[in-house]
């Protein structure tokens, strides 16, 4: 059924439709909002039987969702940010288990300085902890990506992240195609474990592991990851037949016929960068655009094949690897089959900055007209960086750089982007 | 695709003006996406928010910054946020207060923008009227239907009675109602005085 509703409302309602049985969650912006849909829905009785437990934090929020992972319930959490960096422990410990936890990052930036606006700073920071990540392009993609995150998870017995961008996706209103609770339950069965905590059955899970076979749980987990590979473009065509849409799947491609310039990103800034791209090739320029739906497990081989006749790639990404550059790109880069030399980074977004189709065509130009430097920030305020590089080389005691930076920068209540 | 950015203050549901605008639209079987801009929202501080109304599903996520119309829920927001950048003189303005474009200082401003498509609603003394708090959207959006044509009276009224409980939503359907049709009537008296 279509519906015009927030994000963040269309996620909520799509985790209903998968019946979770324990949610527990510690609120924090932009997840707030799906969270209190999904509450509302367990106190009013229209998500029976689930309990929604409230909880004193992010890091107790992963513990319980693992504690009733592990007694089998289908057990569902968000956060983002800082949310994500507390919870960090218990995050590693639930890929670690082996326990099918479905996890929504609304992406938001990690401070200092400290910031509630968007980027993807947040989720890739757990890029290495074995949970799959998904990103979503729009809101009706973030809504399946919940119900295939399920599915995938429980399969392979993983936790999977399903990443959202924070207020661009979680706060907007758009259309989406909400399915029925029939076509939910025709494509997710009931949750069947692996290992459960049964008192009928006692098992202990979370035993320590020596030296021994500490390399072959953790190959396991490997092992598991590059299986997803196969498993998500498989159920990728299950929900199609079901839902009769494309979604989710490794990678979307879009004009990728004849493209010298291939831009490479993940997440909902894919949108502005198609219609960049469209104007682009209305003018002949021959340049498409690969989106990684699935950044882990890394989608090698699909990458690869994306860009295999690419003379030249921009990565566009909405994080930073500080005293590096990209993450995505340096994860592109090992899949390119042509020069890393040829696989440019563009460091775009952080932080909440508006990435506009005039900023994109500028790099995109620059990249076409093979004049792109390796990294760039895109929209940096040169002049503001100096100023404060200035003030460090003059004064021992320059001071906070955030403080500094905003005195410098004055009243900003005027700014409309 | 037609953009409408509005301008207003925390408190006075400038966010839920554009997704009521986008309710409408989407109503009339219309792509529409609306969005906040994103700040950490406090009541007094300037808020803008979005709506891009299309034809075909829209893909972009680029702030506002060349709207077609613009809605000003608060006129003391003329001298504090460049609320006009962006808009061309073939663009809509639609400005909550009881003075004229003249007595709030943009009769120079206006001079070069077409008549038909700039006008002013008393939209929280309607609000008061109506529903007893000083929250203009509803009656904005009536007036916005009115001066654009990009959505119908019914859309809006359906959008708000979709959104709140029975007797809230009377009282702003009967805000955005009255705001229509004085709108429409400031219109007409425009094009009667254009005429003559």
Request: net charge negative; aromatic share 6%; hydrophobic share 45%.
């Given at each position: 059924?279509?519906?015009?509703?927030?994000?963040?409302?269309?996620?909520?309602?799509?985790?209903?439709?998968?019946?979770?049985?324990?949610?527990?969650?510690?609120?924090?912006?932009?997840?707030?909002?799906?969270?209190?849909?999904?509450?509302?829905?367990?106190?009013?009785?229209?998500?029976?039987?689930?309990?929604?437990?409230?909880?004193?934090?992010?890091?107790?929020?992963?513990?319980?969702?693992?504690?009733?992972?592990?007694?089998?319930?289908?057990?569902?959490?968000?956060?983002?940010?800082?949310?994500?960096?507390?919870?960090?422990?218990?995050?590693?410990?639930?890929?670690?288990?082996?326990?099918?936890?479905?996890?929504?990052?609304?992406?938001?930036?990690?401070?200092?300085?400290?910031?509630?606006?968007?980027?993807?700073?947040?989720?890739?920071?757990?890029?290495?902890?074995?949970?799959?990540?998904?990103?979503?392009?729009?809101?009706?993609?973030?809504?399946?990506?919940?119900?295939?995150?399920?599915?995938?998870?429980?399969?392979?017995?993983?936790?999977?992240?399903?990443?959202?961008?924070?207020?661009?996706?979680?706060?907007?209103?758009?259309?989406?195609?909400?399915?029925?609770?029939?076509?939910?339950?025709?494509?997710?069965?009931?949750?069947?474990?692996?290992?459960?905590?049964?008192?009928?059955?006692?098992?202990?899970?979370?035993?320590?592991?020596?030296?021994?076979?500490?390399?072959?749980?953790?190959?396991?987990?490997?092992?598991?990851?590059?299986?997803?590979?196969?498993?998500?473009?498989?159920?990728?065509?299950?929900?199609?037949?079901?839902?009769?849409?494309?979604?989710?799947?490794?990678?979307?491609?879009?004009?990728?016929?004849?493209?010298?310039?291939?831009?490479?990103?993940?997440?909902?800034?894919?949108?502005?960068?198609?219609?960049?791209?469209?104007?682009?090739?209305?003018?002949?320029?021959?340049?498409?655009?690969?989106?990684?739906?699935?950044?882990?497990?890394?989608?090698?081989?699909?990458?690869?094949?994306?860009?295999?006749?690419?003379?030249?790639?921009?990565?566009?990404?909405?994080?930073?690897?500080?005293?590096?550059?990209?993450?995505?790109?340096?994860?592109?880069?090992?899949?390119?089959?042509?020069?890393?030399?040829?696989?440019?980074?563009?460091?775009?977004?952080?932080?909440?900055?508006?990435?506009?189709?005039?900023?994109?065509?500028?790099?995109?130009?620059?990249?076409?007209?093979?004049?792109?430097?390796?990294?760039?920030?895109?929209?940096?305020?040169?002049?503001?960086?100096?100023?404060?590089?200035?003030?460090?080389?003059?004064?021992?005691?320059?001071?906070?750089?955030?403080?500094?930076?905003?005195?410098?920068?004055?009243?900003?209540?005027?700014?409309?982007? | 695709?037609?953009?409408?950015?509005?301008?207003g203050r925390g408190g006075q549901g400038?966010?839920?003006?554009?997704?009521?605008?986008?309710?409408?639209?989407?109503?009339?079987?219309?792509?529409?996406?609306?969005?906040?801009?994103?700040?950490?929202e406090?009541t007094g501080?300037?808020v803008?928010?979005?709506?891009?109304?299309?034809?075909?599903?829209?893909?972009?996520?680029?702030?506002?910054?060349?709207?077609?119309?613009?809605?000003?829920?608060?006129?003391?927001?003329?001298?504090?946020?460049?609320?006009?950048?962006?808009?061309?003189?073939?663009?809509?303005?639609?400005?909550?207060?009881?003075?004229?474009?003249?007595?709030?200082?943009?009769?120079?401003?206006?001079?070069?923008?077409?008549?038909?498509?700039?006008?002013?609603?008393?939209?929280?003394?309607?609000?008061?009227?109506?529903?007893?708090?000083p929250v203009?959207?509803?009656?904005?959006?009536?007036?916005?239907?009115?001066?654009?044509?990009?959505?119908?009276?019914?859309?809006?009224?359906?959008?708000?009675?979709?959104?709140?409980?029975?007797?809230?939503?009377?009282?702003?359907?009967?805000?955005?109602?009255?705001?229509?049709?004085?709108?429409?009537?400031?219109?007409?008296?425009?094009?009667?005085?254009?005429?003559?």
């Amino acid at each position: 059924m279509l519906k015009q509703v927030e994000g963040s409302a269309a996620v909520a309602e799509a985790v209903a439709l998968c019946r979770p049985q324990v949610i527990c969650a510690y609120p924090i912006s932009p997840q707030t909002h799906i969270v209190e849909g999904l509450g509302k829905r367990v106190s009013d009785g229209t998500l029976s039987p689930c309990e929604f437990i409230n909880v004193e934090s992010e890091f107790a929020a992963m513990s319980v969702a693992i504690g009733a992972s592990a007694a089998g319930a289908r057990a569902y959490t968000a956060t983002a940010s800082q949310g994500l960096l507390f919870m960090a422990e218990a995050v590693f410990n639930a890929a670690g288990l082996g326990l099918p936890i479905v996890m929504t990052v609304a992406n938001r930036a990690i401070g200092a300085p400290i910031n509630i606006w968007n980027d993807h700073t947040d989720a890739l920071s757990q890029r290495d902890c074995g949970w799959i990540q998904l990103f979503a392009e729009d809101n009706q993609e973030a809504l399946d990506l919940h119900i295939q995150a399920f599915r995938l998870g429980e399969e392979l017995s993983l936790p999977v992240m399903v990443c959202m961008d924070g207020f661009i996706l979680t706060h907007a209103y758009e259309r989406v195609d909400m399915p029925t609770q029939e076509q939910v339950d025709a494509f997710l069965p009931p949750y069947e474990p692996r290992q459960v905590l049964d008192p009928a059955s006692p098992v202990s899970i979370g035993a320590m592991v020596g030296p021994e076979a500490f390399m072959e749980v953790r190959y396991l987990a490997h092992a598991k990851q590059r299986q997803a590979l196969e498993l998500i473009p498989a159920w990728a065509s299950e929900f199609k037949r079901v839902f009769g849409r494309e979604s989710g799947g490794l990678t979307h491609t879009y004009r990728l016929e004849d493209a010298e310039t291939v831009v490479v990103a993940l997440g909902s800034v894919l949108g502005t960068i198609k219609d960049t791209v469209d104007e682009m090739r209305d003018q002949g320029i021959r340049i498409g655009v690969l989106g990684i739906t699935c950044f882990r497990p890394w989608p090698a081989a699909a990458v690869r094949s994306a860009l295999v006749n690419a003379r030249r790639v921009v990565v566009l990404e909405k994080s930073l690897a500080v005293g590096v550059g990209g993450i995505v790109s340096n994860n592109v880069a090992a899949s390119y089959p042509g020069s890393p030399d040829h696989v440019h980074t563009v460091i775009a977004g952080l932080g909440g900055r508006s990435i506009t189709r005039a900023s994109l065509r500028r790099v995109f130009d620059a990249a076409a007209e093979e004049r792109l430097e390796p990294v760039t920030f895109l929209d940096l305020d040169q002049s503001l960086v100096d100023r404060v590089l200035a003030r460090e080389r003059e004064h021992r005691r320059s001071g906070p750089i955030a403080e500094g930076i905003l005195r410098d920068l004055g009243v900003v209540a005027a700014k409309i982007g | 695709m037609f953009q409408v950015r509005i301008h207003g203050r925390g408190g006075q549901g400038v966010v839920t003006a554009a997704e009521l605008l986008s309710v409408a639209a989407f109503r009339e079987g219309r792509h529409a996406q609306a969005f906040p801009s994103f700040g950490s929202e406090r009541t007094g501080a300037p808020v803008v928010a979005f709506c891009r109304i299309d034809t075909r599903p829209i893909r972009l996520r680029e702030p506002i910054l060349a709207p077609d119309a613009l809605i000003i829920q608060d006129p003391t927001l003329l001298h504090q946020v460049d609320v006009f950048g962006g808009l061309e003189p073939q663009g809509y303005i639609l400005i909550n207060t009881t003075r004229s474009f003249e007595e709030l200082g943009l009769g120079e401003f206006v001079a070069t923008f077409r008549t038909e498509r700039i006008c002013t609603v008393h939209a929280t003394e309607l609000a008061l009227k109506h529903v007893g708090r000083p929250v203009p959207n509803a009656a904005l959006l009536g007036g916005f239907a009115a001066v654009t044509s990009q959505i119908s009276l019914e859309s809006v009224n359906a959008a708000i009675r979709e959104k709140f409980p029975r007797k809230v939503a009377d009282a702003n359907v009967a805000a955005a109602t009255q705001a229509f049709a004085h709108v429409a009537q400031q219109l007409q008296e425009t094009a009667r005085a254009q005429a003559g």
